[in-house]
């Protein structure tokens, strides 16, 4: 070939293979990004405008995802489509926790890199996940506007079960546990646990709600749908009256009704088939206060 009909870059790149691809610069981990880490370890999938929300809340999103994208790029998070659509009807980035985002929590945070899951959730767990985030970022909400305060979220071990399998090793936990103060009274500690529609009364449901119950801590559930409550409230009364509590020890509500009308908004329903919002009244503080 003529040297003379090569372009400058062309010979350049003759002269030197390695420069058709850089070698990017390796990315400076600022505190934020080791927090969103930490949040995909306790999550194990987040969509991307919830990840800005919990992470990245004094800047843009459009900025957030960048900053995202430049995680992802450097090899510490994955990324896949969820079933959310965002705009322009294109669907929204999850993210999940890669090997090497793993061993920075080891380094960070002192969590074993190697019991850390890693890789993108199954996809029937997939907006299961999603769901309980969205849940955590209502109850923020409910705070940011002086509802309730002190609140902290620990999630469940759901994705220990489902990495290892050992579904009937492991002591029943809930998706989630939250802990929050109404104003005026002392902290109170709930157990959160999202329906999946799939529970079946005798080998999942019951087993499950007993072993909540043993804790004494009041229970949340959140269903897909209406139908669904009545089914879940005619399964758990006998279960409350087997424990000698009130029927306002458990609760439902539907997720959609709680993105609505935010988690203290939304109509709750007892197992006797009374309703409630769980604003704080002084009966309500009392109700879900936790035994001693």
Not at 177 to 188: C, D, H, L
Not at 252 to 263: H, K, L, P, R
Request: glycine content about 6%; some cysteine.
């Amino acid at each position: 070939m003529n040297d003379n009909a090569l372009t400058p870059d062309a010979k350049g790149l003759l002269k030197n293979p390695l420069r058709a691809k850089p070698r990017k610069k390796n990315l400076i981990l600022m505190q934020r990004d080791i927090a969103a880490l930490e949040e995909l370890y306790h999550h194990r999938t987040i969509s991307s405008s919830q990840l800005a929300k919990l992470c990245f809340p004094d800047i843009s999103y459009e900025t957030a995802r960048k900053r995202l994208r430049r995680l992802q790029q450097s090899g510490f998070m994955g990324a896949g489509n969820s079933s959310r659509m965002e705009g322009r009807g294109r669907p929204e980035l999850i993210y999940f926790l890669s090997t090497a985002g793993a061993k920075i929590l080891e380094q960070n945070q002192g969590i074993s890199w190697e019991s850390v899951p890693t890789g993108p959730p199954h996809v029937y767990h997939k907006e299961h996940f999603l769901r309980l985030v969205d849940i955590r970022l209502a109850l923020e909400a409910a705070e940011k506007q002086g509802l309730i305060s002190g609140l902290s979220w620990s999630s469940g071990r759901e994705f220990w079960r489902e990495l290892s399998g050992a579904m009937n090793t492991l002591e029943e936990q809930s998706d989630a546990t939250i802990q929050f103060a109404y104003p005026g009274s002392e902290p109170m500690r709930i157990l959160l646990e999202m329906d999946t529609g799939n529970f079946r009364q005798h080998r999942h449901w019951e087993p499950k709600i007993r072993s909540f119950l043993k804790l004494g801590h009041p229970i949340w559930v959140v269903t897909g749908a209406l139908p669904r409550i009545l089914t879940l409230r005619k399964w758990t009364a006998p279960l409350l009256e087997e424990a000698n509590v009130d029927s306002d020890k458990c609760v439902f509500a539907v997720y959609n009704e709680i993105m609505q009308d935010g988690i203290l908004g939304a109509m709750w329903h007892r197992t006797d088939g009374s309703t409630t919002n769980l604003r704080r009244k002084q009966e309500q503080v009392q109700d879900f206060s936790p035994q001693a």
